[in-house]
């Protein structure tokens, strides 16, 4: 009972800051979680309850899916190679030493948009970019489970509406989340206990996605960008933390 009541309560805070920011569910709980329940626990659990959230988002900002769709594409098509090909190639590579190259990206591109907030990728630079950064955040989702830092980066740099933000990261979560949640079925790791606690996990998903939504649209176009960047440094800071521990 104590376990649930713990699961549901980090749970509501974290998929509110998904629904706020765009991503950062599984960022925020897994670290909370992974003391008490472990990582590959928490990670089974959180599974269906994105996919939930993801869902909701896609379902909200559904008036953006037009936008972007080639840009899309590419990249869900390179990331499904990218995460196929990679998980077996990543495996083999020391976890520490790609979280420390991914973060000082990450705080490379943050540093940049400080110093230079001007800085926009162009829609045509951005297509042509759409495959490497598909197979590269695929590569990094198989090994890291950190394609989160590198789509929200990519789709930052674009400085895409925030609708079209959402929807972007939305769908590239839930084609991810969907190839994750095949692989721990096949994998056997959904046990009986581990589906109610996911079942249940749902629950607050449902409750705090639509607040969560509802502030994010009070958010004018540059304090929402400012989110996204303090949630990337977050992210940046969480990977390295993990992989050295």
Known sequence: MTEILLIVVVLSFSFWVKAVAGFGGPLVAIPLLAPFIGVEQAVVV??????VANLILLWTNRHAAKSNRKLLTRLLLAGAAGTIGGTVLLTRLDDAVLAVVLAASVFGYIAMNVLRPEFVLSPERGLALAIPVGAGGG???GALGASGTVFGSFYHS??????????ALTITFLWFGTLQIGTLAQLGSFGRERVVQSLIAVIPVFVVTPLGERLSRSLNAEVFGKVVLALLATSAIALVVGALA
């Open 46 to 51: 959180l599974a269906l309850p994105n996919t």
């Open 158 to 167: 674009l400085k895409l509406p925030r609708d079209e933000f959402v929807f």
């Open 139 to 141: 590569l990094m989702h």
